[in-house]
């Protein structure tokens, strides 16, 4: 709370002090080996694996699957949303996310017009918002077409900020949570702004409920409320939370990873440049929009993605589980044997697993080739956790970093100052280091340093 968001770095220098396994708090212990992982995240529905409170209690939205307890009700809520998230669903989503990059783009031309810097992360954020807003509740305004890209949803988006404050004086956040929201605006207006948001969510969830037929598959929320599961699970108060928590984990996550993307194919010419000889053999034409199944054999896209989703991961928090029915054994690289008995909160992090040098080689360079050569290294990314409670929105996720990143660089070519005549529409890295994009804080989400303006670039037409 102090030092806001630091003590993920204080626990990886634990680690280079005491080793891979560490109590990192008097009740969490942290390892940091990733061939621990698949013990820990059991992708099997029958050992019981369970988030610990210190996850719990940040989201205060108990309603939803990220923040459910318990492994049966995890199971049975999760049953529900698992379908809309199938490699095969999100496939269907193409048009979705084809119409948003054309968005984009438009809005991209605007902005070359405009002359000024844009702040991508901003455009991002808004377009992978529209996406999942769209795909929740359907149709309806849309970020994009807001002259601003809707920055206030960044400012709802700030007392994120305050993550660990709600984590660990759980009693504040939860009574300033049962505020009405003009108060809580008159109070603290950032808060109050997101509260005002939920409560949106809450009148598209009642909205969807009272249309008199329910469109079948028409959106995630149209098929809970349509389908058989207990009267009590479709409350709106549950269904706010899970809708709130797919809005926000939907798109600031994916958001953040893009522009990692994007800033590291701008200062590498050499890299953006073999990256578009792929693109072109599936994308003869600049301006054509991606067609999703023929990304998916691309080497060079995919590798430099998956560099991407590790060296930046959009969630940082700590992934703390507890195993009520089981001792976990950790067998350590010097061959001790550690017990942890169950019940024990243990957790690993992404910003430090995935920078595990016994498993990277230059752990902290953005080197794409490493998963060339290596496609099994996937196996150990902690971005999107593993097991049963991994992120849902994966494969939405892919498809979104696939698409995106696709579009942008067959589209445009990186500004050339030594020529006269582009060949096209260009961009430029504007006044953005790696500093920019690089994990700062562990704000459940990703930061970088306080000030710092994200991803910005110049675009010419
Ligand atoms: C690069 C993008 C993303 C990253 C890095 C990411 C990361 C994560 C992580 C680490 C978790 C597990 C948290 C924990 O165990 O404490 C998680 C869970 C979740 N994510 Fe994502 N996520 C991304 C995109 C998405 C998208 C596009 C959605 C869209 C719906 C989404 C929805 C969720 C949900 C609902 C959960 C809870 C799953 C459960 O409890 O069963 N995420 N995500």
């Known amino acids: 709370m102090i030092r806001r968001g630091q003590y993920v770095w204080v626990v990886e220098e634990m680690h280079r002090k005491y080793g891979p396994i560490v109590r990192i708090r008097p009740d969490v212990v942290h390892i940091n080996d990733p061939t621990f992982i698949e013990k820990l995240y059991s992708q099997s529905p029958k050992q019981r694996r369970e988030r610990y409170w210190t996850v719990l209690q940040t989201l205060q939205a108990d309603g939803s699957i990220l923040a459910t307890r318990d492994h049966e009700l995890h199971r049975r809520r999760r049953a529900v949303l698992n379908p809309f ?9 193409e048009p979705i996310i084809n119409d948003t990059l054309a968005n984009l783009f438009y809005r991209m031309d605007g902005w070359a017009k405009a002359g000024e810097p844009v702040r991508m992360n901003v455009a991002f954020r808004a377009a992978t918002k529209d996406i999942i807003q769209a795909y929740a509740f359907g149709e309806g305004d849309k970020c994009l077409d807001k002259e601003d890209c809707e920055t206030a949803f960044f400012d709802i988006m700030a007392p994120s900020r305050l993550a660990h404050v709600g984590t660990h004086i759980f009693w504040l956040a939860n009574l300033l949570g049962k505020l009405p929201p003009k108060v809580m605006t008159a109070l603290v207006p950032k808060v109050g702004g997101f509260t005002s948001f939920v ?69 590498d010419r050499r890299l953006f440049n073999r990256l578009k000889a792929e693109l072109e053999i599936v994308m003869p034409d600049r301006n054509e929009l991606p067609v999703a199944s023929k990304l998916d054999s691309l080497p060079l896209l995919n590798a430099i993605i998956e560099e991407a989703v590790r ?12 195993c009520p029915d089981e001792d976990l054994f950790y067998e350590a690289p010097n061959g001790k044997t550690y017990v942890i008995p169950a019940g024990s909160a243990v957790g690993m992090a992404a910003p430090i697993l995935n920078r595990n040098p016994d498993l990277y080689d230059q752990p902290d360079e953005f080197i794409p080739e490493r998963y060339l050569e290596n496609p099994k290294l996937s196996k150990y990314l902690m971005s999107f956790s593993r097991g049963t409670r991994q992120c849902i929105g994966i494969n939405l996720a892919y498809q979104e970093l696939q698409t995106f990143t696709a579009g942008i660089v067959r589209r445009y070519d990186i500004y050339d100052p030594t020529v006269k005549t582009q060949n096209g529409p260009t961009l430029e890295l504007y006044q953005t280091t790696r500093e920019d994009i690089a994990v700062h804080s562990d704000f459940i989400t990703t930061a970088p340093y306080k000030g710092s303006l994200g991803l910005r670039v110049m675009i010419r037409d």
Do not use: C, W
Not at 86 to 93: A, G, I, P
Not at 205 to 225: C, M, S
Not at 311 to 322: E, K, N, S, V
């Open 199 to 267: 409560e949106g969510l809450a009148v598209q969830v009642d909205e969807i409920r009272k249309a008199k037929d329910l469109p079948e598959g028409k959106t995630i929320f149209h098929e809970i409320i349509r389908s058989d599961i207990p009267e009590s699970e479709k409350e709106t108060r549950r269904l706010k939370e899970e809708a709130m928590i797919i809005v926000i984990a939907g798109s600031e996550t994916t958001a953040s990873t893009l522009a990692a993307i994007l800033y590291h194919l701008l200062s």
């Open 311 to 322: 060296l930046y991961p959009g969630a940082t928090h700590r992934q703390d589980r507890i």
């Open 85 to 93: 998230f199938s490699q095969q669903n999100v496939r269907r989503l």
